[in-house]
């Protein structure tokens, strides 16, 4: 029955992750996949959650199932978080959020609801995005195209190429944007390049479908959203799936969201019944303990400063190991790979290493970065960095040798 199945080649950061659980190398360094750990290398448990999880805990009571679309506390709070407390089209009922599982259930949720009222739209991403944005869409039935994106010479923005590519789409057509700390590059674009691209994707009659993973961890909770902000601005109809996985150091959780910034209230009840709809085909409803978590710790002020508190206190440090490294291999990597460690934002740093180097760096020196060249800086810590900028510089005079 099974003998025509293939062998699954692996993800290329989830297996990754997996393989370095298994390297019993005690020096090994893992900067692969996106998941911030502190300065002893642990994941952290924030203050907020840890008190939120012990109130929740001495309530303990029967476990239901949530309704489809999720826990209303927290899909409220979803709303506030992402399009701001006093949004236009959050007060005018304009949004149609639910719970997903994490960003990826965001996407999926997305993607079958897009495929099917807008079925012969095609999807873009950009050049290069996050690996799994393109498996999800297809997986769902579409064909996944690029925009140009990442100028791979200045390690910034191919800004202009990206507006005249958006700009010929055709009517409909999908176009996947990073909110924030784009994954893999951490290149974004500034407030004047968002409003720019969103007059263009208003004009040409596009579907943005943003993915923010990673609020916070840029120019602020608010800063961040900018591009979601613009788009309820220019009253550009959009998808928006945001994820608490990174903020809330709440993985395994899997507390996500998926909103659609639909035209009128009317709109926005049925968009929430097809969004619904796709939740009952794919899991029926979400789990529950993570979502009064987040809702618990957004909607009590003294918890939300707490954890606006630390989530700052965590970018800091992602800065400090950014100029840390940037120190240890000043002179020791060509200027041009150098600066990205400063100038790119957010978890990653698109370092420039080509997937040979990757292999021999992980190999060789037990230092794990995904084979696209995407180093995850927020692991690094005052042990490890070391350890991962001489790997780096002996990988680098090996291949000018
Ligand atoms: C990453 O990009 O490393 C994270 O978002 C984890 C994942 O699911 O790929």
Not at 14 to 22: D, Q
Not at 122 to 131: A, G, L, Y
Not at 180 to 199: F, K, R, S, Y
Not at 258 to 269: F, G, K, Q, R
Request: glycine residues 8%.
């Amino acid at each position: 029955m099974f003998e025509h199945i293939d062998a699954y080649a692996g993800d290329p950061i989830l297996t990754l992750n997996e393989n370095f659980a298994k390297d019993s190398r005690d020096h090994k360094v893992n900067l692969s996949i996106g998941i911030y750990y502190d300065d002893h290398g642990r994941l952290p448990v924030m203050q907020a959650v840890r008190e939120a999880e012990g109130q929740l805990l001495a309530e303990l009571g029967p476990k239901p199932y949530l309704p489809m679309a999720g826990f209303a506390h927290y899909r409220d709070a979803v709303q506030s978080l992402v399009f701001g407390d006093d949004s236009a089209a959050r007060t005018e009922g304009r949004i149609a959020t639910v719970q997903t599982l994490g960003g990826s259930g965001a996407l999926k949720v997305g993607a079958d609801f897009i495929k099917r009222y807008f079925a012969g739209s095609r999807v873009w991403v950009s050049d290069p995005t996050w690996e799994n944005h393109r498996f999800i869409f297809e997986r769902a039935g579409f064909e996944v195209n690029a925009y140009p994106y990442y100028d791979e010479s200045s390690g910034g923005l191919k800004f202009e190429e990206m507006l005249s590519a958006i700009d010929a789409l055709p009517a409909r057509s999908v176009v996947l944007l990073h909110a924030c700390c784009h994954n893999p590059t951490g290149v974004d674009l500034n407030d004047a390049q968002w409003v720019e691209l969103i007059e263009v994707i208003r004009k040409r009659d596009l579907l943005p479908f943003i993915d923010m993973a990673y609020q916070g961890f840029g120019a602020g909770i608010d800063a961040d959203a900018f591009a979601i902000r613009e788009l309820v601005r220019q009253n550009v109809p959009a998808l928006v799936a945001n994820s608490f996985s990174k903020n809330f150091s709440l993985y395994g959780e899997r507390c996500g969201g998926l909103s659609v910034i639909c035209e009128s209230p009317d709109v926005a009840a049925r968009v929430l019944g097809q969004l619904t709809s796709a939740v009952r085909a794919n899991y029926s409803n979400p789990p529950t303990h993570g979502a009064k978590i987040v809702a618990r710790v957004l909607t009590t002020p003294a918890l939300r400063q707490s954890w606006q508190q630390e989530l700052a206190s965590m970018c800091r440090r992602i800065m400090r190991m950014r100029a840390e490294i940037h120190e240890r291999l000043r002179g020791k990597v060509p200027d041009t790979m150098l600066a990205r460690y400063l100038e790119q934002r957010g978890m990653f740093t698109y370092t420039g290493l080509s997937a040979d180097q990757v292999d021999t760096l992980r190999e060789r020196h037990g230092v794990y970065l995904i084979r696209s060249g995407r180093m995850c800086v927020a692991a690094l810590n005052d042990n490890n960095v070391a350890t991962a900028a001489q790997a780096i510089a002996r990988v680098i005079s090996q291949a000018g040798d």
